[in-house]
């Protein structure tokens, strides 16, 4: 078990050294992307490090794919500020679908191409919501073949739900860098 435990590591230690050098040495000449950013770290959790290299690696997913795949961190369900008709959306549902559809992020409306719906929304908040939720990946109907409900289940399951329960009880939020990159690998 220790040693499939080491070589996981290992295996995934290589794999963000891959990505962070073949990510950090673009960041002065970054591919075009449709978006200015792909991480909205709203809770600050991540490190700059890590959110830079998972904003590279998104933008370059949108340059060969098309596909826009946002993370977006707040800190709490309550209190973020995003509202609807006034009011504050505290329901991760309800927000999760809200900003996917109709929040501009940096004056975009939408996540994913019209015309495709290929986004997809990976919405966390350091806080669980009223019906004991934390996190929410919200896809757009022209990826739900390939990303289904139970497929986004078990991605939040095998890195961002250890990840949010490693921080309830150290309050180590360096735990969320590797979490987030494994997830948007993962998808």
């Known amino acids: 078990m220790f040693k499939l435990y080491v070589v996981r590591t290992v295996v995934i230690s290589l ?37 830079l290299s998972i904003d590279n ?33 505290n329901d991760r549902d309800t927000l999760a679908n809200y900003l996917f559809n109709e929040v501009p992020l940096d004056g975009i409306t939408g996540i994913g191409k019209k015309g495709k719906d290929n986004g997809v929304l990976v919405l966390f908040s350091l806080e669980r919501d009223a019906a004991n939720g934390s996190m929410r990946i919200e896809v757009g109907r022209g990826l739900e073949g390939s990303i289904t409900d139970g497929t986004a289940g078990a991605i939040l399951d095998s890195y961002l739900v250890p990840a949010r329960d490693s921080y309830e009880k150290t309050g180590n939020a360096k735990v969320f860098d590797q979490a987030f990159l494994d997830t948007v690998i993962a998808l």
């Open 57 to 89: 690696y998104l933008r370059k997913i949108d340059d060969s794919t098309s596909a826009e795949i946002i993370i977006y961190t707040i800190p709490s369900f309550i209190g973020h500020g995003i509202k609807k008709n006034g009011q504050e959306l």
């Open 15 to 51: 794999v963000f050294l891959t990505l962070a050098t073949s990510f950090l040495a673009p960041a002065f000449s970054q591919a075009a992307g449709s978006r200015t950013t792909y991480v909205y770290d709203r809770a600050n959790i991540l490190s700059p490090e890590y959110k």
